[in-house]
């Protein structure tokens, strides 16, 4: 069996191609396709990312709560490989036995422009030292660890954290119930305490007033 890996740029479903040997063996949710002149058989694999709302900027409580609502869901979720660009290249410095050696050191690129990362985040992300303006991109690398896998992973993790962080920062929460009740509790706690001091400072001139007028 043979296999071959076509992954896509701009889709969240990834497309896996196998030449099977004996078609009569596949199983039944795979689709059969004729590749090449040969006999082939697609297995589609998905990846849901949320989709984040079309907002270049956040401008009321109803574009927040929206953008909330998606970030919540992106939290949950971890961007496939077939969204970036990945390459392996050899790690320079101290760290082991496979440093200059083995291809361990990973790097993801993605295009700011992905549909996937939030408009309103982009200028942000812009001024982000990842940024590369000469590709548009977003540009992560890690030798953390000693192996590709464990690499790449840490780019995916890298590159999830800094779209959450970036996103998150142009959101404005709205208060909650709790919240609230706590500036209201405040506020009649301040109207209190002027009407308290207002009243004492009546009895004085009041007090002073009628000390005139028995003089």
Not at 129 to 155: E, G
Not at 156 to 169: F, G
Not at 196 to 203: A, C, E, I, N, Y
């Amino acid at each position: 069996m043979s296999f071959l890996l076509f992954p896509t740029s701009s889709s969240v479903t990834s497309v896996r191609w196998h030449r099977i040997v004996s078609p009569g063996r596949v199983p039944n949710h795979w689709k059969r396709h004729v590749f090449f002149g040969f006999s082939t058989f697609k297995h589609i694999h998905t990846s849901v990312l949320p989709t984040p709302p079309k907002f270049a900027a956040l401008r009321n409580p109803r574009d927040n709560e929206e953008a909330t609502s998606w970030l919540h869901a992106f939290k949950v979720a971890s961007i496939p490989r077939q969204l970036v660009e990945i390459s392996f290249s050899r790690s320079s410095g101290p760290g082991g036995q496979n440093v200059n050696k083995v291809e361990t050191k990973a790097t993801v690129r993605c295009s700011i422009e992905a549909e996937w990362i939030p408009l309103w985040a982009i200028d942000a992300l812009k001024k982000n030292p990842h940024y590369v303006t000469s590709t548009k991109s977003l540009l992560i690398s890690s030798t953390v660890f000693r192996s590709q896998p464990q690499n790449l992973q840490d780019c995916l993790m890298k590159l999830h954290n800094l779209i959450i962080s970036t996103a998150a920062a142009s959101i404005t929460n709205s208060p909650s119930i709790q919240q609230k009740e706590r500036v209201r509790n405040l506020q009649k706690a301040d109207d209190a305490r002027r009407r308290v001091q207002k009243d004492k400072r009546s009895q004085l001139k009041k007090g002073r007033s009628s000390k005139g007028w028995s003089d």
